[in-house]
Every structure is written in structure tokens, then in C-alpha cells.
């Protein structure tokens, strides 16, 4: 069976010293837990470094480590004291890690960094390629990383790669300032899918590839050379359960079997029925806006002084590369504005902000979730931010607020929370003043919900869609290479055309014949592809016929001056040349089921889509999510319900916003092979784009040519990329 790697920067384990060598310490962070289940469940390694600097140990511990972490499964690139400072410290956290947050005065431009970046990468990917083989998959994270899909994929091309970025991909503006900027697009085109926490980022990602490479691009999938790699959104998630049964353990001990933090904060409550909790907590890092926040929280008290003495911040800050000078400035910063509240607004009574600079326990941490009633997540940019999925997980009672940035990804995923913008200080206090003020039955609503998709999108499933669509994107690519009409495929074609006496040919119009338009109704035949179907009739030995989802009054204006036949709207009606329009023309509810799953994927994919259920149909509306990204999603639903439609009878239908799936009637395949019906033709062939052509794919007798344009999965004999490469075909044919 072929096997699954994961790379990333660290291992999912870090040493502690002892007296004789080494302790081996699981980390608990989500995403370590969450990709653990994935590589072990395929029998795969983790290759990444771990945590010393190698140079510092002798070779005798360097063995003992690596014979440690070799029982786990783990693979260890060793890394120098000099390599970290360059590396890590440097390319990645003082180059890339300031200008994908758009930070881009703190970004450092050394070259040596930059040489040594360089160099690591490649260290992780010949310790990669040393252990993967052909067929199988490797899954390499984050922005330490990027030019290891490259180098794997250099060396060894059926290894399928995959990677994920965990923070924001910046807008093109910000991206092309690097110097490097190249040398990180052909890296990261190494890998075959390119995961994202939301669309924008991908979306940047995508628009960079098109400007600095010039690619082909078709929705999500980008046409380099002979590869097809595909960039997807995977909002990650956390793993729901821990923190929730946490929350219900900690909630179940008696006041003295709880941890001080706990009857610390009790004690709080109980001196006062009003007193209220507002949490804060992320790494000390510029990125997550601790200063603007304190600021707002400044705003707040002087804006509405009936809190005074009653609410409390409780701000938490895990110590991050803490010698880095722009850290150090930051927490000096954040020192003085706590010790500025707290002298303005303090007394000897109450303090307004806890600070507490220190990671703390999981216990404490879910202690805190639990007891605070707003959670005040600011951050300037970040990727995800699973804090604020963490408070959601460990709110027992279904209480409690989340006042949310919308500059971090999950501000997409959470509708439901008081969503601000991290500088503006008046807009943060009265979402305070409104979080602390709502009515707890508003407040349980929206944390149900918040709950109910948190819950079902864990980290786990996370994962499992990410390696899913992977495995996807590995049957697409050979499956494209074995369908493509190379120029031996056209020679065979063409001879059989030349051969042949009488003729059927169905061509599809949108995304066949011509490009879509973001208005329908602009979609107008131009000049050469008038040219195209003229000649195509001339020959006398052919029938030509548009076969198209389009209305009568459309196709019958744009082809007047066109001898051809006309079916439209999916087969309902035909037109022959020269006749008039005639029709070509059956319910039970069995199959939802089996539609409903697929539907709500596709829900907790796309933030503000949802399912409405009618008595025939089920439809998946999309008005309100994001419309770029919509798209895409509705064309892969599409793509994905078709091979779910064909055995059950069901018809797919395509609206404004939404996709409708109902039992079914008539189709395209019906339609055709109601055309060709006696017609004694000796040369059947049918070229379409999307789920509604494949009909006419798999209905067609199976002698017929048929042809799929784009690279999605079908039941078509051969395959075109795109557009322009169906009218080349069709001006070639016959030469
Ligand atoms: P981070 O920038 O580290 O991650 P985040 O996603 O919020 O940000 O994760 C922080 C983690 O640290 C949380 O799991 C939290 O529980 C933990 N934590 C914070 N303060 C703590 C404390 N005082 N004690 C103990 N634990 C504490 C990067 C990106 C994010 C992205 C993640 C995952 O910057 O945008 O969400 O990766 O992809």
C-alpha cells in the first residue's frame, strides 16, 4: 500500500533533558494530534527537526535521538545552532513571516537567510525522497517550508505532494516585493494541492501564479505545462471533543479539587454578582494587534464607566521569539499600556487587566474558556486563529460571546460573533459594551450554532478532506494524461473522420465553443467561431448540433444567419434546420439520504451556504457565502453529484445561487440519441464541459467520439483543456 508522509518544521515531539539523555514529549497542540492520526493510520513517517541544535550534541545523543524518534515513526533533519538563527529565526519568521501579514516594514532582506533557507529546505526534502517512494503521498506544511514541494517533486515526479499554508497568502501588491519571489512560487508549484485556510488566500495565491508564471487557470486548477495542480480552502479545525469533555471534567470537580487558576476565578465571581471575565489570549506577536486591543479595552472603560470595578481583561500571553527586536519592543509595549490601565483605572480592589506573560496548562487554559463571558479575539492578520474555535469547544453551558477581528480567516466561519475591525478602538468597546449587555437566550442561539459547525468541521475531518482530495487530485492528473487528444490521438481521430460518410457531431456551447462571461447574455458567437461552424457544415457529409442549457429565444437569435440544429435547455427542445421547434420529452424521495451528506460537505466547506428541503428536491443555496469561491465549490458539488445521479435517476439543476438535485426526466444523452435515432450516421461525436454533457458522454452509443473540455473527472473517451484548444481541434479536423 502506498504510504503518507508528513513534513513539517517540527516533530510532533520535543526532548527534554534528563540526567542520561532524553525524554521524549508528546505535543498537544490540535494540529499535531490532528495529522498524527493521519500519518500513522498510513503507515507513513514524520519527517521534521527536533528542537536542538545539533551542533551542541554529541554524536552519541544525536543517534540516541534519532533511534528515539525512529520507534515514533519520526524522521529528524538535524539543523546547526546557525542554521536555526538563519533558517527559522531568520527567512522564516523575519522575512516571510512579516510580509504575509503585511507587516512589510519589519521584513529583512538578507541574502545569507536567504541561502540558508534554501539550503534547509533542501536537507528536508533529501531526508523526504529518502524515504518516500513512488505512489506514494508526502503532505508538507507551512511557510518554513516552501520550496520543498519543488525539490521533491524535481527528483521524483509520482510521488503525489500536497501542502499547506497556515497562515494568510498576502495580496500579489505585498508578495511581489520579495526578491525571492519566484524561486517561492516554483517551490510551492511542486505540490499537486495547495491548501489554504480561506478563499482570499488562495484566491491571492492563484492571482500571483497567473501574473509572475502566466498559467492557464480555470476556476481552482492551474494547467502548468503537463501538470494539473490544484489550490483549495480547508478551514482547519480543532479537536472539539478534548476541549469539550475538558470543560465538562473541570465544571465537575468539587471548589477544593480545583486548580488554583480555577478558585482563583471563582473567588472573583463570588465577591461580586456583576463581575464579568473578558479573555484575551495568543502568542506575543505583532500580528495579533495586544496593544490596539489594550487601547480598545482603554476606550471601553472610559466610554462606559458603569463597568468600572465589574469587568475584568484577562489577557494572556505566551512568550515568542522573544530576542527578536521587533518581539522585544512589542513586549515592552504591552507592559506599559497594562501598567497605564491598571494605574488609571485601578484600585485596591480591582485590577482591570490580568496580564499573565507565561504559557499555561491545558487544564488552566480550558478553565479560563469556560469561565470567561467574552472572548476578545483582535488580531491585525492571522491565518486561522483556533482560539477562538477553542472557546467555542469549551462553552458547557452554550453561553458566552466571541468579539472577532475580521481580519483572521475564522472570522469567515463565525457569522455568528461580533465581528470588528482590530483598529478601530470605538467599534471594540461597544462590542463589549454589547457582548457583556447581550440576553443569554440571544447568546446560547449563537453559540449553539457556532457549536454544531465547529463540532462537525474538527481537526480530524480537517485532515481526512485535505488527504481526500489529494488522492482526488492524483486520479484527475492520470486520468487527464491518459484522455488528452495528443497529436497521435488526433491523427487516429482525424483518419476515422476523413473515413467516415455520414456524420453526427453535438457540440455544447458555453465553456465548450466559447469562454463564460461573468453576464450570460455577453457570451455572444464571435467571428471565428462563426467561421468554425460554417465550415464545419459546409461538409455535407455533416449534421451539426448546438446541445445547450440555453432558452430558444437565445440560441435561436445568436445562430439565424447559421444553417445548424438546435437543442436547448438540456434536451427539452429541438430544433432541425430549416423544421420548427418540437419537444422531446416521469417521482420518489429515496435518494436523500444519500444527497443530504454530500450537500452538508459542501456546507461546512462554504461558510454561508445552507440546504433547503422541498417535497421532490433538496437544494443547496450559496447567495450568501463568499461568491468567488462559491463558484468553485458549486462547480465541484456539480462534478460530485454527477456520479451519485446517474444510478438513482436524479436530475441536477443548476439556478441562480443554488443547485437544485430532483427526480429525474429528461437530459442531453436522452435528447441526442433521439436525434440520431435511425440516422444510419458512421461518425457519432459529442463535445461538452460540464455535468450536464456527460449525460450525452455515457448515453451515446459506445462507438461515439466524446469529448470532455477541462481536466474534472468523466465519463468521456478523451479530453481538451480548455476552449481554445476544442476550436483548434475542430478547425484542424478534416485537414
Ligand atoms: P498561531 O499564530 O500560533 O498559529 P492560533 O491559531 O491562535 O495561533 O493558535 C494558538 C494556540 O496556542 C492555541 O491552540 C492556544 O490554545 C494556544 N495558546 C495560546 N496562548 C496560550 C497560553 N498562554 N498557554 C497555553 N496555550 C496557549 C498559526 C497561525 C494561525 C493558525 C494556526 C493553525 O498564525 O493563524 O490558526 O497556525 O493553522
Not at 465581528?419 to 468597546?429: C, G, H, K, L, V
Not at 480537517?462 to 497521435?488: H, P, T, Y
Amino acid at each position: 500500500m502506498s504510504k503518507l508522509h508528513i513534513v513539517a518544521n517540527r516533530l510532533p515531539y520535543s526532548l527534554a533533558k534528563q540526567e542520561k539523555g532524553y525524554d521524549l514529549v508528546e505535543s498537544v497542540g490540535g494540529l499535531a494530534t490532528g495529522l498524527k492520526s493521519i500519518y500513522t493510520r498510513y503507515g507513513g513517517k514524520w519527517i521534521g527537526w527536533s528542537g536542538l541544535n545539533n551542533d551542541e550534541l554529541s554524536d552519541n545523543e544525536t543517534a540516541q535521538i534519532d533511534a528515539q524518534l525512529a520507534e515514533k515513526n519520526c524522521v529528524t533533519v538535524p539543523l546547526s545552532e546557525q542554521e536555526v538563527l538563519e533558517y527559522y529565526e531568520g527567512f522564516s519568521n523575519k522575512t516571510i513571516w512579516p510580509l504575509f501579514h503585511y507587516f512589510t516594514q519589519y521584513v529583512d532582506y538578507s541574502p545569507e537567510n536567504w541561502e540558508t533557507y534554501k539550503r534547509v529546505n533542501q536537507r528536508f526534502a533529501d531526508r523526504v525522497l529518502e524515504v518516500a517512494e513512488d505512489g506514494d503521498t508526502v503532505w508538507v506544511h507551512d511557510y518554513q517550508l516552501l520550496l520543498v514541494p519543488g525539490m521533491i517533486k524535481s527528483i521524483k515526479p509520482n510521488v503525489t505532494v500536497g501542502f499547506f499554508l497556515h497562515i494568510p497568502f498576502p495580496s500579489y501588491e505585498v508578495f511581489r516585493i520579495l526578491p525571492w519571489r519566484m524561486e517561492l512560487l516554483e517551490g510551492m508549484l511542486g505540490a499537486d494541492l495547495l491548501g489554504f485556510h480561506i478563499y482570499d488566500y488562495e484566491r491571492h495565491f492563484l492571482s500571483s501564479v497567473r501574473r509572475l508564471y502566466g498559467y492557464e487557470i480555470a476556476f481552482n486548477e492551474i494547467h502548468a505545462d503537463e501538470r494539473i495542480i490544484k489550490a483549495d480552502s480547508f478551514p482547519m479545525g480543532i479537536d472539539y471533543e478534548k476541549f469539550h469533555k475538558t470543560s465538562a471534567m473541570v465544571n465537575q470537580k468539587t471548589f477544593q479539587e480545583r486548580s488554583e487558576l480555577h478558585q482563583e476565578l471563582e473567588r472573583y465571581f463570588m465577591s461580586s454578582p456583576d463581575r464579568r471575565l473578558i479573555l484575551s489570549i495568543d502568542r506575543l506577536d505583532y500580528t495579533k494587534g495586544i496593544p490596539q486591543r489594550l487601547k480598545a479595552f482603554r476606550k471601553f472603560l472610559e466610554k462606559y464607566p458603569n463597568f468600572h470595578g465589574k469587568v475584568t481583561l484577562v489577557m494572556l500571553a505566551v512568550p515568542s521569539r522573544g530576542h527578536v527586536e521587533e518581539y522585544m519592543m512589542l513586549k515592552k509595549e504591552v507592559d506599559e499600556l497594562v501598567g497605564n490601565i491598571n494605574g488609571t483605572y485601578g484600585n485596591v480592589n480591582y485590577t482591570p487587566v490580568w496580564y499573565f506573560y507565561r504559557a499555561l496548562p491545558f487544564e488552566n487554559l480550558v478553565e479560563l474558556y469556560n469561565m470567561s463571558d467574552v472572548a476578545l479575539i483582535t488580531p491585525l492578520r492571522d491565518g486561522m486563529n483556533l482560539v477562538a474555535k477553542e472557546y467555542v469547544a469549551s462553552r458547557g453551558n452554550q453561553t458566552g460571546v466571541i468579539v472577532l477581528s475580521e481580519m483572521a480567516g475564522v472570522s469567515k466561519e463565525m457569522g455568528e460573533a461580533i465581528t470588528i475591525n482590530p483598529i478601530n478602538e470605538d467599534e471594540i468597546a461597544d462590542a463589549l459594551n454589547r457582548a457583556l449587555t447581550m440576553p443569554l437566550d440571544e447568546q446560547r442561539e449563537r453559540m449553539g450554532l457556532l457549536q454544531e459547525r465547529i463540532k462537525r468541521y474538527s481537526v480530524f475531518k480537517w485532515a481526512g478532506e485535505f488527504v481526500d482530495a489529494l488522492e482526488k487530485v492524483k486520479r484527475i492528473q492520470k486520468e487527464f494524461l491518459a484522455k488528452k487528444i495528443n497529436a497521435n490521438v488526433f491523427n487516429a481521430l482525424n483518419k476515422k473522420y476523413l473515413s467516415s460518410k455520414k456524420r453526427a457531431i453535438f457540440l455544447d456551447y458555453d465553456g465548450t465553443l466559447t469562454s463564460f462571461h461573468k453576464n450570460p447574455q455577453e457570451a455572444t458567437p464571435n467571428a471565428e467561431l462563426y467561421k468554425l461552424l460554417n465550415r464545419l457544415i459546409a461538409d455535407e457529409k455533416n449534421t451539426v448540433t448546438i446541445i445547450s442549457g440555453r432558452d430558444r429565444a437565445t440560441l435561436e437569435k445568436w445562430f439565424a444567419e447559421v444553417p445548424i440544429n438546435l437543442i436547448c435547455e438540456h434536451g427539452v427542445w429541438l430544433r432541425k434546420h430549416g423544421e420548427e421547434w418540437q419537444t422531446l420529452t416521469t417521482v420518489n424521495n429515496d435518494w436523500m439520504p444519500v444527497i443530504r451528506p454530500v450537500l452538508e460537505r459542501f456546507v461546512d466547506r462554504t461558510p454561508g451556504s445552507f440546504i433547503e428541503e422541498k417535497n421532490y428536491s433538496l437544494v443547496w443555496h450559496y447567495r450568501k457565502a463568499e461568491p468567488e469561491q462559491s463558484v468553485i465549490r458549486a462547480n465541484e458539488l456539480k462534478d460530485e453529484l454527477l456520479h451519485l445521479v446517474g444510478n438513482l435517476n436524479l436530475e441536477i439543476m443548476e439556478g441562480s445561487k443554488v443547485i437544485e438535485v430532483k427526480s429525474g426526466g429528461i437530459n442531453k444523452g436522452i435528447a441526442a440519441n433521439q436525434f440520431i435515432n435511425n440516422g444510419a450516421y458512421d461518425f457519432l461525436m459529442a463535445m461538452g464541459d460540464d455535468w450536464t454533457d456527460e449525460y450525452m458522454f455515457r448515453e451515446l452509443p459506445g462507438e461515439a467520439i466524446t469529448v470532455k473540455v477541462g481536466i474534472q473527472n468523466t465519463s468521456a473517451r478523451y479530453k481538451l483543456e480548455s476552449v481554445s484548444a476544442v476550436r483548434k481541434f475542430l478547425t484542424e479536423l478534416g485537414d
